[in-house]
């Protein structure tokens, strides 16, 4: 698909359908966990309540018309169900479909992610990670040879 048109927009509930197909992808696939239907439902509207209520963000990636991809970020408080460094940015999920990567998208959408938490005041930014290091230190971030206490992946910094 030729990348005529790309567009970062904030998530609204028209998404919702989409929202889960990829979600469902992002886990059956990338993470190699088989989430039910019924599961990937309940975890996507818990996402779009957060997000409505302003502590996470979810944006949607759409190449000429069509959605590919999202991204979730928040600034760290206690209000969020996750919040390891207070104050910090946190990069919380990014999916981009299959056949749309290597493509600078995600590079895209990590870069408007970032300016989305630099300008709520955010003077670091953090994300865990298992399978895609050399992806995130493209990005500019390192490793920190710190494991996360709630999903025990490494922390990458910025």
């Known amino acids: 698909m030729e990348l005529k048109k790309v567009e970062i927009r904030p998530y609204s509930d028209i998404d919702m359908a989409n929202f889960i197909r990829m979600?469902?992808?992002?886990?059956?696939?990338?993470?190699?966990?088989?989430?039910?239907d019924k599961k990937s439902e309940e975890l996507c509207n818990k996402i779009a309540d957060s997000v409505m209520t302003g502590v996470t963000a979810l944006d949607m990636l759409a190449v000429n018309g069509e959605l590919v991809g999202f991204i979730s970020y928040q600034v760290d408080s206690q209000?969020?169900?996750?919040?390891?460094?207070?104050?910090?940015?946190?990069?919380?999920?990014?999916?981009i479909s299959h056949?749309?990567?290597?493509?600078?998208?995600?590079?895209?959408?990590?870069?408007?992610?970032?300016?989305?938490?630099?300008?709520?005041?955010?003077?670091?930014?953090?994300?865990?990670?298992d399978e895609a290091g050399e992806f995130w230190r493209s990005c500019g971030y390192t490793e920190t040879k710190s494991l996360s206490t709630i999903n025990h992946d490494p922390i990458y910094e910025k």
Request: glycine share 8%; with cysteine.
């Open 99 to 129: 056949n749309m990567r290597r493509k600078g998208l995600g590079s895209i959408l990590v870069d408007h992610a970032e300016m989305m938490l630099y300008d709520k005041g955010t003077k670091h930014i953090y994300l865990t990670s």
């Open 79 to 95: 209000k969020s169900d996750w919040c390891e460094r207070e104050g910090w940015g946190f990069i919380r999920e990014m999916y």
């Open 23 to 36: 979600f469902c992808s992002y886990f059956r696939t990338d993470f190699k966990y088989d989430i039910s």
